[in-house]
């Protein structure tokens, strides 16, 4: 009898829990579009404690569905637009900050620590400080399934195509061809991704809206 109140009372907790993380979720997300209305969020986005979704100086944010942003992740549109296809993972601690253009697909894996950032301080004259000489700025494009490891940083003018990998920590000044896996300070492409045709045994369901 004690046993089965306990895993009763356990279930009841996770539900309530589940329930309490969904109402805090759309409640944030009430506040991005009040603050910020040029900032659109598809059904079922996920927004967890700490995340900063903005876009400013006449920037845009589009936030397809189902895109999870965890905690303490950042989306800012200084003037540029980010763009985030249905079903991406933005990790933890991740930035991504346009002042021109970031396009990231569908079903991406971000993890956490991430910084994706579409402009770079100019470091050209010797008479003024760098923190002077503004910024140039190259547009980001990522494709859909594309996966970038913790600590990651894609740099400005980058295209990552479809079905690629950025691996944990790497530095990306260049491009990455499709079914590539990159690494390294620049990252280099390493390996290609062998396609398997076989099923695989225990595929992860999608994750319903919200």
Not at 77 to 97: E, H, P, Q, R, W
Not at 114 to 134: E, L, Y
Not at 151 to 176: H, K, M, P, W, Y
Not at 178 to 194: D, L, M, N, S
């Amino acid at each position: 009898m004690l046993t089965s109140l306990t895993t009763y009372a356990g279930a009841l907790l996770r539900r309530v829990s589940h329930i309490s993380r969904r109402l805090a979720s759309k409640i944030r997300r009430a506040v991005i579009l009040m603050m910020y209305p040029n900032c659109f969020l598809g059904h079922g986005t996920s927004i967890a404690g700490g995340v900063t979704v903005k876009a400013t100086d006449g920037g845009l944010i589009e936030i397809g569905r189902n895109v999870s942003l965890a905690t303490g992740a950042t989306v800012v549109a200084k003037g540029g637009t980010v763009s985030i296809a249905d079903n991406t993972f933005i990790g933890a601690g991740s930035l991504i900050i346009a002042r021109g253009k970031i396009e990231i697909g569908s079903d991406c894996l971000i993890a956490e620590r991430v910084s994706i950032r579409d402009q770079n301080h100019r470091i050209c004259r010797s008479d003024v400080p760098f923190s002077r000489q503004g910024f140039s700025v190259a547009p980001i494009q990522i494709g859909n399934n594309v996966w970038i490891g913790a600590g990651a940083v894609v740099l400005e003018g980058v295209t990552i195509a479809g079905n690629s990998v950025a691996a944990a920590n790497a530095v990306v000044t260049r491009d990455i061809q499709e079914w590539t896996v990159a690494a390294g300070i620049p990252a280099r492409a390493i390996k290609t991704i062998q396609i398997e045709t076989t099923e695989i045994d225990s595929p992860i369901p999608a994750r319903k809206s919200a």
